[in-house]
């Protein structure tokens, strides 16, 4: 178990097994770089002789820079780690060079980070950053089983003993553990994460939280002969061309006193073959991810719980593979969804909106003050932002609420529109009530909400396509590491704190 601390105390006296410090480029064309806010003493140590080391590393102060060297006894540490943070260093800045220096610390059992830190976003982001850019997926090797982890984590700022520090590295605890989950079950491959497995793996998780930190979480699992009680057509219809039958899960957390009702939706494709219309090979290939949304809204409602946020959050995962078979959901088929509207399905790779208006639709009968989704629900989303921004859509003060809470959060997001005439495109079937797909290339991010819209009564909605940024196909950068991002875990936790704080 790896312990985290925040100290008040000089980076140079510090006796950690390395000490990371942050360098912001020279003012002026051939000005020299220099140690950023936190790293002072470690500059006078060095004296005259860091300008010249740094330029022998070539080190300049730039975002993305990393180097590592031995102090020789000029500071306590025996290894300094240089992370560049690129002009004018912020949280966002901050959160990427800590994940930097997360993978370039291979072999130390304490770490003192002396990275700017005197501000309580800052003490955050730097934390958040070290804790998710170490992450690594290694449960599938043969070798290295376990993951290797420092014993001690400090971050050196001279907020320490403040209470709002404090809070604040609980909440980046909170945050980056949910993550952490996050990011593996989307990493487990379809073939170990079925709809029953994941919902298992989910309820174990619950129960596991409530027991340990005493947070009150209810969770339910709804079987397939329950939805088909319930009338969940949408759920039933993407999973019947499944060996694995789908889930529909439930958790309620209700603080006493609170005031706002907030409800989250997931997509939990567990894998998307595409069905019928299937996928071309290359679009298939990171296709397990198709339940990032669903993982993330159950692990920041756990970490919601587990702050004890004053927040009423009511969540629903729908899970379901979508697959290839006998018993497989046909283009021309009609599904009745629980809504009691019925859709005219011509593509049956557009499956998440299926599932998800199951799931909206009871979530609205909680009459919540906010529901928010989140999956990933449109290639076209990526064309459109590329992969590492979400698409925000619904109604402008629950879109502005979102985007807000994304800012704050250090995820990228950005509004989309649904506009009248993409609107009417859902309304185009002439056998059900609804068109589930229309076959024009154009806008089919927006045609996607536009479609989910018919299943929020009208409530204060906002969507969050992650299409992009669920997953990471490249390699690791600052916080973001290979595969399951956990991308929207912190947005929503920090939606629900806002939402606790504008009471
Ligand atoms: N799960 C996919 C969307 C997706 C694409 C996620 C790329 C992550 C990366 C979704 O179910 C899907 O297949 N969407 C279709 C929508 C279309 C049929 C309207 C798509 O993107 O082509
Ligand atoms: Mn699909
Ligand atoms: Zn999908």
Same mark, same amino acid.
């Given at each position: 178990?790896?312990?985290?601390?925040?100290?008040?105390?000089?980076?140079?006296?510090?006796?950690?097994?390395?000490?990371?410090?942050?360098?912001?480029?020279?003012?002026?064309?051939?000005?020299?770089?220099?140690?950023?806010?936190?790293?002072?003493?470690?500059?006078?140590?060095?004296?005259?002789?860091?300008?010249?080391?740094?330029?022998?590393?070539?080190?300049?102060?730039?975002?993305?820079?990393?180097?590592?060297?031995?102090?020789?006894?000029?500071?306590?540490?025996?290894?300094?780690?240089?992370?560049?943070?690129?002009?004018?260093?912020?949280?966002?800045?901050?959160?990427?060079?800590?994940?930097?220096?997360?993978?370039?610390?291979?072999?130390?059992?304490?770490?003192?980070l002396a990275l700017p830190a005197d501000g309580v976003e800052l003490v955050r982001a730097?934390?958040?950053?070290?804790?998710?850019?170490?992450?690594?997926?290694?449960?599938?090797?043969?070798?290295?089983?376990?993951?290797?982890?420092?014993?001690?984590?400090?971050?050196?700022?001279?907020?320490?003993?403040?209470?709002?520090?404090?809070?604040?590295?609980?909440?980046?605890?909170?945050?980056?553990?949910?993550?952490?989950?996050?990011?593996?079950?989307?990493?487990?491959?379809?073939?170990?994460?079925?709809?029953?497995?994941?919902?298992?793996?989910?309820?174990?998780?619950?129960?596991?939280?409530?027991?340990?930190?005493?947070?009150?979480?209810?969770?339910?699992?709804?079987?397939?002969?329950?939805?088909?009680?319930?009338?969940?057509?949408?759920?039933?219809?993407?999973?019947?061309?499944?060996?694995?039958?789908?889930?529909?899960?439930?958790?309620?957390?209700?603080?006493?006193?609170?005031?706002?009702?907030?409800?989250? =939706?997931?997509?939990?494709? !567990?894998?998307?073959? @595409?069905? &019928?219309? %299937?996928?071309?090979?290359?679009? $298939? +290939? #990171?296709? *397990?991810?198709?339940?990032?949304?669903?993982?993330?809204?159950?692990?920041?409602?756990?970490?919601?719980?587990?702050?004890?946020?004053?927040?009423?959050?009511?969540?629903?995962?729908?899970?379901?593979?979508?697959?290839?078979?006998?018993?497989?959901?046909?283009?021309?088929?009609?599904?009745?969804?629980?809504?009691?509207?019925? =859709?005219?399905?011509?593509? !049956?790779?557009?499956? @998440?909106? &299926?599932? %998800?208006?199951?799931?909206?639709? $009871? +979530? #609205?009968? *909680?009459?919540?003050?906010?529901?928010?989704?989140?999956?990933?629900?449109?290639?076209?989303?990526?064309?459109?932002?590329?992969?590492?921004?979400?698409?925000?859509?619904?109604?402008?003060?629950?879109?502005?609420?979102?985007?807000?809470?994304?800012?704050?959060?250090?995820?990228?997001?950005?509004?989309?529109?649904?506009?009248?005439?993409?609107?009417?495109?859902?309304?185009?079937?002439?056998?059900?009530? %609804?068109?589930?797909?229309?076959?024009?290339?154009?806008?089919?991010?927006?045609?996607?909400?536009?479609?989910?819209?018919?299943?929020?009564?009208?409530?204060?909605?906002?969507?969050?396509?992650?299409?992009?940024?669920?997953?990471?196909?490249?390699?690791?950068?600052?916080?973001?590491?290979?595969?399951?991002?956990?991308?929207?875990?912190?947005?929503?936790?920090?939606?629900?704190?806002?939402?606790?704080?504008?009471?």
């Amino acid at each position: 178990m790896t312990s985290y601390a925040l100290r008040n105390a000089s980076p140079a006296k510090s006796r950690a097994d390395a000490v990371v410090i942050g360098v912001v480029p020279g003012k002026g064309r051939r000005g020299t770089p220099q140690l950023a806010e936190g790293a002072q003493d470690v500059a006078s140590a060095y004296g005259r002789r860091l300008a010249p080391m740094l330029s022998s590393l070539g080190v300049r102060g730039k975002a993305g820079e990393v180097a590592k060297v031995p102090t020789h006894g000029t500071i306590k540490s025996p290894l300094l780690v240089f992370v560049g943070l690129g002009e004018e260093p912020g949280p966002r800045e901050v959160r990427a060079a800590a994940g930097n220096a997360a993978r370039a610390v291979t072999n130390a059992a304490s770490v003192a980070l002396a990275l700017p830190a005197d501000g309580v976003e800052l003490v955050r982001a730097a934390m958040e950053g070290y804790l998710l850019g170490g992450y690594t997926f290694t449960d599938y090797r043969s070798n290295g089983a376990e993951r290797e982890s420092a014993a001690e984590i400090v971050l050196l700022t001279p907020l320490a003993r403040r209470k709002e520090a404090t809070a604040a590295l609980e909440a980046a605890l909170a945050v980056t553990t949910a993550t952490t989950t996050t990011r593996d079950w989307v990493n487990v491959p379809g073939a170990d994460l079925t709809p029953p497995v994941f919902a298992e793996s989910v309820t174990r998780a619950v129960r596991a939280a409530t027991k340990a930190s005493g947070s009150k979480v209810r969770v339910t699992v709804r079987d397939e002969k329950e939805l088909a009680k319930l009338g969940c057509g949408g759920i039933l219809g993407v999973g019947q061309g499944s060996a694995a039958p789908p889930r529909l899960l439930e958790m309620e957390y209700r603080p006493k006193g609170a005031t706002t009702h907030l409800a989250l =939706v997931g997509k939990g494709i !567990t894998y998307d073959s @595409g069905g &019928l219309t %299937l996928k071309p090979g290359s679009g $298939m +290939a #990171t296709m *397990k991810s198709d339940m990032a949304g669903a993982a993330a809204v159950v692990m920041a409602t756990l970490a919601i719980a587990e702050l004890g946020l004053p927040v009423r959050v009511t969540t629903y995962a729908a899970m379901a593979e979508n697959m290839v078979s006998g018993a497989s959901m046909r283009p021309g088929d009609v599904l009745r969804t629980y809504s009691g509207k019925t =859709v005219e399905i011509t593509n !049956t790779d557009a499956e @998440g909106r &299926l599932v %998800l208006a199951d799931a909206l639709t $009871m +979530a #609205t009968e *909680k009459e919540p003050d906010l529901i928010v989704d989140v999956a990933t629900l449109t290639g076209h989303m990526v064309q459109a932002l590329g992969d590492r921004i979400a698409g925000v859509l619904g109604d402008d003060p629950s879109v502005a609420q979102v985007l807000a809470a994304a800012e704050t959060a250090g995820e990228d997001a950005w509004p989309m529109p649904i506009h009248e005439y993409i609107e009417s495109r859902v309304h185009g079937s002439k056998i059900a009530d %609804l068109a589930q797909h229309d076959w024009v290339r154009w806008g089919g991010g927006l045609m996607a909400a536009a479609f989910l819209r018919e299943f929020t009564a009208g409530r204060p909605w906002a969507h969050l396509d992650i299409a992009g940024p669920g997953y990471n196909s490249g390699g690791a950068v600052g916080h973001w590491t290979p595969g399951g991002t956990g991308y929207g875990v912190a947005t929503l936790v920090e939606l629900a704190r806002s939402l606790a704080e504008s009471d």
